[in-house]
């Protein structure tokens, strides 16, 4: 990849109608990841996420709370949605939200350039609207409700009653892009995936696409329809736009052509309107679709998708005020693989945390520090002529580094992980075999014993950079005590797809003594 490369990332802009859960971080962490990933490889790197506050979802929620929807999302906003990026440790370019003049502005211009082309018209439209989605569903997306909705038709992913709605709206002539969206499918198999999402979507194209009720003049909580302000635009409509207005769509041109086209990070539940219905907006308008749409699964709780109106969320603080962020972090980007569904239990959590972080990584880290401490009075030494395993733990180094690479660029964080977790295992295993406490005895091995202190060192430095991206506290911590920040300066600048490189962290750096990493977490 290019040095100078643009690589735009989004995440899906949150309804701040309630408080977050671990299900909307998990997908701040992956874009997060991802981002700090190209942002260290010197890639022109800009990650994006924000709020979706028009709507009825957002109204009634404010109304039930007895305030104006403006106030209930500025007060979700700055109480628990910002909060959030600090909790998670998330390293975002921008934050948008949709009540901004910047966004508003840009919808207003999108729409009215639509409106002027032909793509749209009036019309009416009679069908079941579920309020969770903010969308009309199909009678296949509706299900029986049970218990307190016994009998009724209700949402099957929200499982709350969907209302008949009969409205005189403006229509986005959707349906006269089925074929050009296959061919864009086709021509471009990763423009959507996972491959399973892929398929999900192609299925449901060729099926042909109707045209999309874009507006609603039954409530005025949203953007003003430029020709008809008895309208408002439809929620989806005008969250879409974010992508574009937030990067300067109508504004800047400059801008926008240095950033767009993005990829997108959606949860599987709304594949459909980044991978339908977004492009189809795109090509009327005359711009370039994004680059990619990928779907990232569920975390499920007790089986089922963790949500706050199923009474099942956790709070993203209840995880990272006992473990950290960086065991959040580091937990769910390992555990599951990207893209697919992943259940979250405390108990995987603890483990990983005891096995992989504390006993793996920190323990590693600790270990080598307190020998060169001891051993060389805190000063890393020469590495002299390498052994057969010395050479082994490069040749380690060199091809996690260019695995994690290639698994980043395949959006596939788990497996960039478990790449690199093959240099945690291999050092703790060099370890073991070569016994430096033994050689520190005698000093007819005092050159094996700086070879393999020189080769643990250097493995840690490879580590700190590689992790850097999903373990942002514990590796610059590790970094300042290795004294590589004063050999090599910041560890953010280390460039990323050099990493595994050798040789890097000269002899004569100080290290400083380091607490641990991942200290014990006692059970409550
Ligand atoms: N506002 C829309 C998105 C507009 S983007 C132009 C929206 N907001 S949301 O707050 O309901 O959901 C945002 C994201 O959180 C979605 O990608 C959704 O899949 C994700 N998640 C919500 N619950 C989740 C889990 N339990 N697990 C993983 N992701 C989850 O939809």
């Given at each position: ?446 050159d094996r014993l700086d070879a393999v202190l020189a080769t643990a060192a250097e493995g840690l430095r490879a580590l700190a950079v590689l992790l850097s991206p999903v373990l942002t506290r514990s590796t610059a911590t590790l970094w300042r005590a290795l004294g590589a920040e004063a050999a090599l300066g910041a560890l953010h600048e280390q460039p990323l797809r050099e990493a595994g490189e050798w040789g890097l962290l000269p002899a004569g750096a100080r290290v400083s003594p380091l607490e641990p990493l991942f200290p014990r977490i006692d059970a409550a």
């Amino acid at each position: 990849m290019p040095a100078d490369r643009s690589f735009y990332i989004t995440t899906p802009i949150f309804y701040p109608s309630d408080v977050p859960h671990i299900g909307h971080g998990y997908t701040e962490v992956a874009a997060d990841v991802i981002a700090r990933w190209h942002r260290q490889a010197g890639d022109d790197t800009w990650s994006l996420t924000g709020t979706d506050e028009h709507g009825q979802k957002m109204l009634r929620t404010a109304t039930a709370n007895d305030m104006g929807p403006r106030e209930w999302a500025d007060k979700l906003v700055q109480e628990s949605w910002i909060p959030l990026l600090e909790t998670l440790d998330i390293a975002n370019d921008d934050f948008i939200r949709t009540t901004q003049p910047r966004h508003e502005q840009g919808v207003a211009a999108f729409i009215q350039k639509l409106y002027d082309t032909g793509f749209i018209e009036a019309g009416d439209y009679e069908g079941f609207y579920c309020v969770g989605c903010e969308e009309y569903k199909q009678t296949a997306d509706l299900v029986t409700g049970t218990g307190r909705y016994d009998g009724e038709l209700v949402c099957a992913i929200h499982s709350i009653p969907v209302e008949l709605s009969k409205e005189r709206n403006y229509f986005f002539r959707m349906s006269r892009f089925t074929d050009r969206l296959l061919a864009l499918y086709e021509e471009r198999p990763d423009f959507v995936q996972p491959e399973s999402a892929r398929n999900e979507v192609v299925q449901f194209v060729r099926r042909g696409l109707d045209d999309l009720s874009i507006s609603r003049s039954t409530f005025d909580w949203g953007v003003p329809v430029p020709w008809d302000q008895r309208h408002v635009v439809y929620v989806w409509f005008d969250a879409l736009l974010n992508y574009v207005t937030a990067v300067g769509y109508g504004e800047d041109e400059a801008t926008f052509a240095r950033r767009w086209p993005a990829v997108h990070l959606v949860g599987k539940d709304i594949l459909r309107f980044h991978a339908v219905i977004w492009p189809a907006m795109l090509m009327a308008a005359g711009l370039e679709v994004p680059r990619q749409v990928f779907a990232h699964g569920w975390l499920l709780v007790g089986g089922e998708k963790m949500s706050k109106s199923k009474a099942t969320g956790i709070a993203p603080s209840q995880i990272t005020d006992t473990f950290g962020s960086d065991a959040f972090r580091y937990s769910f980007m390992r555990a599951i693989p990207f893209g697919q569904d992943g259940s979250f239990s405390w108990e995987d959590l603890a483990a990983r945390y005891q096995a992989e972080l504390a006993n793996g990584f920190g323990n590693l880290a600790s270990r080598v520090i307190a020998m060169i401490t001891r051993y060389r009075d805190g000063a890393v030494p020469a590495a002299g002529e390498p052994s057969e395993r010395d050479l082994g733990i490069r040749q380690t180094v060199a091809a996690a580094a260019a695995d994690a690479d290639a698994a980043i660029d395949r959006m596939a964080p788990h497996e960039a992980l478990a790449a690199i977790w093959r240099i945690v295992e291999e050092l703790n295993g060099y370890i073991t075999l070569e016994q430096p406490w033994v050689l520190a005895k005698d000093p007819a091995d005092a050159d094996r014993l700086d070879a393999v202190l020189a080769t643990a060192a250097e493995g840690l430095r490879a580590l700190a950079v590689l992790l850097s991206p999903v373990l942002t506290r514990s590796t610059a911590t590790l970094w300042r005590a290795l004294g590589a920040e004063a050999a090599l300066g910041a560890l953010h600048e280390q460039p990323l797809r050099e990493a595994g490189e050798w040789g890097l962290l000269p002899a004569g750096a100080r290290v400083s003594p380091l607490e641990p990493l991942f200290p014990r977490i006692d059970a409550a």
